[in-house]
């Protein structure tokens, strides 16, 4: 096939599209007739279910949803005495509250898009376009913010924030279970919480990031590695004074930032402390002769020290001489990667990337160099929609979100939800999973839909609603029979903790996106319950399609140099420029969550007094004392977190039912047996099934990463179950490596 035929048939497929959808709008049409005849013969008082689902071609269960007068009859019956469990369930009940609006049965509207593989909307495509030529080498590969605000501490970790697995619901105390979700104030005080705040818009920059040259330091080894020069250091004791002395005796003073690659010289003295964080800040803070903590650069607020417990960011200045230490890990695991190859990651990256934005520098982390990439998307013609910029939500809807949208599922699941002995533990991981979920995304301020104006809507309006944009106050029932795992997150106590309650006859009140709202009435088992008591409705448009696509066309070209090229070394190299482009998207998108702004600072034993009100002492080493204090929501343009909150929704309905388009297969946690779901982490499902899923390395595909045969004691705590995988995937290496 060439050029010129492949075009011919592209149009063919078109054609078939385009028939396919006349074809399904026929098909609704018949089928809605078909509805409403059924409803009229059920008002006759002696029509029968039995009589009247042949004719209809449904089954007799299709027609008792439709007329339930015609469904059995039956009296209450007697309640046994309740156990533990449904005590704890009954607890979890909350008082009645106000009055909600049923959602309808998705499970007719089959001609809406569902869930897939592709990421795309039925009847669209992508369009890859051919890669272009490699270029010279460059160190011009970071560079920094401007103009920027002060990093979210959560901002580093947005993928491992919520790693610590919760039990099932039925585990949950009662006394847990009650963390109580905010809700928009009733009448026009909520309703003003919709319009976005005023003169704050994401805009396209008009303006070039500046580039900052960097070193890469192996503080185990004492390599050290700018440019072409490979030297090896005397760091003493690697504290900040011993490396920055031994770093600018060697490079330019014009490096402005040391990527530490190995040795993490920051939990040197863990062992002193009782928490990682206060060895972390007491090495930040120690003396540093000749240099000063660094408090902004022009228009630039990223200044002071990011207390994080594995990758910590300082900053210090000497004059006009400005320098950052900071760990590759925010980017990758360099696993065992020497400083030469991890520079050739960067510069492997940047490249990549530059195919993409012309005018790309990397910054100081992937958040950071992900909100500036997307910023350079923004539509620059004029008199285009979005031309103007993305309006921000206000600071209401976005605490709102903040404290209601969730991000990855965590949960481990424990006896007798599961045998005590497991027959096997096999591991699924989505890979480039939230890559899968950027196809559309509210946009504009969003119309608010209460109870009241969701019972006013057609059916066919609250189909529509349901599959939007959108974020909902619900009140939920697990259906009676229910045998598998939670649906839709419920609040437990601790801060944004949640847990996924799966007793049948269960009620929780929460907020959900709509994707889940969505799985929740057309799963493939049965629908939940769902009464709708508030909602948020955005547009439908596509501001990060460009944007993930790009990265997603990056990320595959450095995938298949990682397995093509001759050099170990470059394999390397590319494998982890392609983890680089992965944390860029995942991480962008924890950015436009936008958490509120924590100040870190320290004070000198003795000067408590200067330690502002509010703030939280978080770490003393008996000569300084450091704290930390909430700042709240900036005025920041990139703050986006109904895009964010969106994303996460679509990857926790993947996780447990999606559509291989492909392969014309459904994958899931909810298309394995009941009790031999394990653990969810994050974009990963722990089974005793092997469930053998098509896996063709594309984003959102299940890649069975471990393996371990059993009998295996299933985990009851975060550490067996990472011990686990562990043991699992170096199983599931040896397979592969004795089957080649």
């Not at 979890?92 to 897939?116: F, I, T, W």
């Not at 004492?222 to 030297?231: A, C, F, K, P, Y």
């Not at 060697?250 to 928490?275: K, L, M, N, Q």
């Not at 067996?720 to 170096?730: H, K, N, W």
């Amino acid at each position: 096939m060439d050029s010129k035929e492949f075009t011919a048939a592209l149009g063919q497929l078109r054609q078939v599209r385009d028939d396919i959808k006349a074809v399904r709008k026929e098909l609704q049409r018949l089928e809605t007739d078909r509805d409403k005849r059924i409803v009229a013969l059920g008002a006759y008082e002696r029509a029968k279910a039995d009589r009247i689902a042949p004719a209809a071609g449904l089954s007799v269960v299709d027609v008792v949803a439709l007329v339930p007068r015609l469904g059995p009859q039956q009296s209450a019956p007697a309640q046994p005495e309740p156990t533990a469990v449904d005590a704890q369930a009954v607890a979890a009940v909350p008082a009645p509250g106000p009055v909600g609006a049923l959602a309808p049965d998705l499970r007719r509207s089959e001609e809406q898009p569902v869930a897939d593989d592709s990421g795309a909307a039925p009847g669209e495509q992508l369009n890859v376009a051919d890669e272009p030529a490699p270029e010279s080498e460059t160190e011009a590969v970071t560079g920094v913010a401007s103009p920027a605000v002060e990093e979210p501490a959560e901002q580093h970790d947005q993928e491992e924030r919520q790693q610590q697995p919760v039990p099932t619901a039925a585990a949950v105390p009662a006394a847990e279970q009650g963390r109580e979700l905010p809700s928009v104030p009733v009448g026009e005080r909520g309703d003003a919480w919709c319009v976005p705040t005023p003169n704050l818009a994401s805009k396209r920059p008009n303006f070039t990031q500046q580039p900052r040259q960097m070193a890469f330091l192996d503080t185990d080894t004492g390599v050290l590695v700018h440019r072409d020069q490979v030297v090896r250091l005397d760091l003493g004791a690697a504290s900040v004074s011993e490396i920055l002395t031994a770093v600018y005796a060697t490079v330019p003073d014009s490096v402005e930032r040391i990527y530490i690659t190995a040795g993490d010289p920051w939990h040197r003295d863990a062992g002193r402390y009782p928490f990682l964080r206060d060895a972390v800040a007491a090495w930040l803070n120690a003396p540093v002769p000749g240099w000063q903590v660094e408090s902004s650069r022009g228009k630039d607020r990223l200044a002071g020290h990011l207390v994080h417990p594995r990758n910590p960011v300082g900053r210090w200045q000497r004059g006009d001489q400005h320098t950052e230490i900071r760990s590759v890990g925010e980017w990758f695991d360099p696993a065992g990667a020497d400083p030469a190859v991890v520079r050739d990651a960067f510069v492997l990256l940047w490249k990549q990337l530059r195919h993409q934005w012309p005018d790309v520098t990397l910054m100081g982390s992937p958040s950071q160099t992900g909100r500036d990439l997307w910023s350079r998307t923004i539509p620059a013609k004029t008199g285009s929609k979005w031309s103007e910029g993305y309006p921000v939500m206000s600071e209401e809807i976005r605490g709102l979100l903040h404290a209601t949208a969730g991000q990855g599922r965590t949960e481990l699941i424990v006896p007798p939800r599961v045998p005590t002995k497991l027959p096997q533990l096999v591991e699924y991981d989505r890979t480039f999973a939230y890559a899968k979920h950027t196809w559309a995304s509210g946009v504009g301020a969003p119309r608010r839909i209460t109870a009241a104006a969701f019972a006013a809507m057609s059916e066919k309006e609250q189909t529509n609603a349901l599959f939007a944009p959108s974020h909902w106050q619900i009140r939920v029932t697990v259906p009676d029979g229910w045998n598998h795992v939670g649906i839709l997150p419920a609040p437990a106590a601790g801060d944004r903790a949640w847990y996924y309650p799966a007793e049948p006859g269960q009620t929780f009140t929460t907020w959900a996106g709509g994707a889940e709202v969505n799985l929740a009435l057309r799963n493939p088992i049965t629908p939940w319950r769902i009464e709708i008591l508030d909602g948020l409705l955005w547009e439908s448009g596509t501001p990060l399609r460009d944007w993930s696509t790009k990265l997603k066309d990056a990320w595959a070209t450095l995938q298949a140099l990682a397995a093509n090229h001759g050099d170990q070394r470059q394999r390397t190299a590319a494998h982890l420029a392609s983890r680089a482009v992965r944390s860029i998207l995942l991480y962008g998108i924890g950015g436009f969550a936008q958490r509120p702004r924590i100040t870190t600072r320290s004070v000198p034993v003795g000067r408590e007094h200067e330690i502002p009100a509010g703030a939280q002492i978080i770490g003393s080493d008996g000569e300084t004392i450091t704290w930390q204090r909430s700042a709240g929501f900036s005025r920041d343009p990139y703050a986006h977190p109904e895009w964010a909150a969106g994303v996460w929704s679509g990857a926790r309905a993947a996780l447990l039912s999606t559509k291989m388009r492909e392969d014309d297969t459904f994958v899931g946690a909810l298309h394995l047996p009941p009790d031999s779901i394990v653990a969810f982490r994050t974009d990963a499902i722990y089974t005793t099934y092997d469930a053998a899923w098509p896996y063709r390395g594309q984003p959102g595909d299940y890649l069975k990463k471990g393996h371990l045969p059993g009998p295996v004691t299933g985990p009851r705590t975060e550490e067996e179950l990472l011990s686990l995988q562990t043991l699992g995937r170096a199983h599931l290496a040896e397979e592969q490596e004795a089957g080649q």
